[in-house]
């Protein structure tokens, strides 16, 4: 089974920016639907960003404008580039990829850390 590996979080501070990556142990390219979730302390886990087999990208309301997602087939990774980071952008980001309907992958998640 493939195991997804996420990277890139930390301490930054608000405005600041951080890149999020995501490591696939196996091909992606076959994926149908890639995204970020994530959850913020005593909240549900919720949608930042997802990018389909063919390209297309979605993003939450919180995210447009601010958040960019992307991958690469080659290195089997799926990024998130986050800029003007803020308080509330506080949580744990979880990697997903999904393959079919009943087949999908998480990892064990990042902290990102925006201090005010």
């Known amino acids: 089974q493939v195991k997804l590996v996420e990277s890139g979080g930390g301490l930054v501070r608000a405005g600041g920016s951080l890149r999020l990556s995501c490591a696939a142990s196996?091909?992606?390219?076959?994926?149908?639907?890639m995204g970020w979730y994530r959850q913020a302390p005593g909240k549900q886990r919720v949608l930042v960003a997802t990018?389909?087999?063919?390209?297309?990208?979605n993003y939450a309301d919180s995210a447009k404008g601010r958040f960019t997602i992307s991958r690469d087939t080659v290195k089997n990774t799926v990024y998130l580039q986050m800029n003007s980071l803020k308080a509330d952008d506080t949580a744990v980001y979880y990697c997903?990829?999904?393959?079919?309907?009943?087949?999908?992958?998480w990892g064990q998640g990042t902290l990102v850390t925006v201090s005010s």
């Open positions: 196996g091909s992606i390219f076959s994926a149908n639907h």
């Open positions: 990018i389909t087999r063919g390209g297309t990208t």
């Open positions: 997903n990829v999904r393959y079919s309907t009943y087949v999908e992958v």
